[in-house]
């Protein structure tokens, strides 16, 4: 019963969502929403909430796992993740704690808990965003996830202040994790592949991570992210990410909606929903602001701080824990975050497009090493994206003996491929400074190897108005993809599985004639 109503209502609302532009997760709110309200006349059983609840809970720790498996260690500890991520959190709780304390005669603990719980931003919305965009190696990717670690930190710090309860005297064990490495290592070595692989995958990060920081009086959340982190060096990190991925969004969906199951709001909690809802740009602005003082570009910063605008499961998390008569007006407000982020990022890069003038003035003059213009050094051939077209296509044109030059956003993989000796700078496409800044140079050719067909597009009409005449190729997955960019200006287009086709048949057919070719005759004796 539970599950039937459940999906189906689930399934309808995120249909209908995705309909008018929304992505699903804002339906499955909906849906929660939705339960909520109907549960009586439908006769949903009183033990809905907690599965929905254990489900989610499984849900939030492999999301983060999978983040830990793309998580390098050395992006939490640069400045602007901890200088920007500590600052915006000490000048949220000093500016909402008094107005807390004033309009609501709270005391000071609780305004000041509260508003903790609302200067974190939501590691589910924005991990699966960036994830989705595949801007998880990017660098404002990587600065947003290193702030919401971070963050994560600051609520375990929070549960253990308010709550009462101090980890385990044992728990500075835990600094001998990575002597667990080579044994995780050995397990994923040892599963192979396939489903062996995945359940690998989830006793790790299910029954590893939450029976050891469980035991140690920490988060089990923190646990799986943990776990996660020791395995994102192996090679088949990639592999069981991607194992992981459907079963993830399974139980995400009953993430979001036991969040609407949390009650339906009355009217005092849709005014402070709405209030905080109203601080959204304030939040984001604030980001903003840090991140340019620590060296990042106006794009980065606008880019990250906008991944951050939205208020956090945590928040429940926290409220639900220690304050109770607030986890309505909260979820309420969580929801409404989502509902208004989900739009914004889906069009950030024209919205920075839209207002880069005036962002760009807040600039600083030295950016960071990460954001400072790609120099092409005489190349004559550009390949952008260096996943596996990209570099099979680099691969191949090193033997024409031309010059070139990569370019990727994921700085991780740029850097793997410069120490196979591949000549690739970390570079994001869809950075107008980029083209602004590029000095072609002799350049006669540029391969477009990007996922994304937006990516590709906004490349070929960068390049167009920079005035660059030479060939621009690019392949789509999908045939209506074509014309838009041949639009944009490629001029060699083609179907990546089509020419896969082509390429097989190719080999077929030489296959068929070695076959068929008489044995060369022996020669006489001497």
């Known amino acids: ?183 995780l290592h050995w397990l994923l070595d040892f599963a192979g592949h396939d489903e062996l692989l995945l359940l690998a995958g989830l006793v790790v990060a299910l029954v590893l991570g939450e029976t050891i920081f469980s035991q140690l009086g920490l988060s089990s959340e923190l646990g799986a992210l943990a776990m996660g982190v020791l395995l994102s060096t192996h090679r088949k990190a990639a592999e069981l990410s991607e194992a992981l991925w459907s079963l993830r969004e399974l139980f995400l969906v009953a993430f979001f909606l036991q969040i609407g199951l949390a009650g339906l709001p009355g009217v005092q909690d849709l005014l402070i929903a709405a209030g905080l809802v109203l601080l959204l740009p304030v939040k984001a602005g604030l980001f903003f602001l840090l991140f340019v003082r620590f060296g990042l570009s106006a794009r980065t910063a606008f880019l990250a701080a906008l991944s951050l605008a939205t208020y956090s499961e945590f928040a429940l998390i926290l409220s639900a824990s220690l304050q109770p008569d607030w986890l309505v007006p909260l979820a309420l407000a969580v929801s409404l975050s989502f509902l208004v982020a989900a739009p914004l990022d889906r069009i950030s890069q024209r919205m920075f497009e839209r207002f880069e003038g005036r962002l760009c003035r807040f600039e600083p003059r030295r950016l960071h090493r990460d954001d400072q213009p790609a ?16 570099t099979a296509a680099y691969d191949q044109l090193v033997q024409t003996g031309a010059a070139l030059t990569g370019f990727d956003a994921d700085g991780y993989r740029a850097a793997a491929h410069r120490d196979e000796g591949r000549r690739v700078l970390m570079a994001d496409v869809e950075d107008a400074g980029l083209w602004r800044a590029l000095d072609l140079g002799p350049l006669a050719a540029v391969l477009l190897a990007m996922d994304s067909i937006e990516a590709k597009v906004y490349a070929a009409r960068a390049l167009r108005r920079k005035g660059f005449r030479g060939q621009i190729v690019g392949h789509a997955l999908y045939e209506d993809e074509l014309p838009r960019l041949r639009e944009a200006g490629a001029t060699h287009t083609y179907l990546t599985m089509a020419q896969a086709g082509v390429a097989l048949a190719d080999q077929t057919a030489r296959a068929l004639a070695e076959a068929e070719a008489p044995p060369a005759a022996s020669l006489p004796n001497s």
């Open 1 to 183: 019963m539970i599950e039937t109503v459940c999906l189906s209502i689930a399934l309808v609302c995120g249909l209908s969502l995705r309909q008018v532009g929304l992505p699903p997760m804002v339906g499955y709110l909906l849906a929660g929403f939705v339960l909520s309200a109907a549960g009586p006349w439908i006769g949903l059983p009183p033990e809905t909430r907690p599965v929905l609840e254990h489900l989610s809970h499984l849900g939030v720790m492999l999301l983060l796992f999978a983040v830990g498996l793309k998580l390098k260690l050395g992006q939490i500890v640069q400045r602007q993740v901890l200088g920007g991520g500590l600052a915006h959190a000490v000048l949220t709780i000093a500016l909402l704690a008094p107005i807390l304390a004033l309009a609501f005669g709270l005391d000071w603990s609780t305004a000041t808990l509260i508003a903790v719980a609302l200067s974190f931003s939501s590691t589910v919305f924005s991990a699966k965003t960036l994830e989705s965009k595949r801007d998880l190696g990017t660098f404002y990717g990587r600065t947003a996830i290193g702030i919401l670690i971070l963050q994560d930190l600051i609520a375990l710090v929070a549960l253990i202040v308010w709550g009462g309860d101090t980890p385990s005297p044992w728990a500075f064990l835990l600094l001998g994790l990575p002597l667990l490495r080579p044994v």
């Open 375 to 390: 120099d092409l050094d005489g190349a004559e051939v550009l390949v952008l994206g260096m996943g596996r077209t990209g």
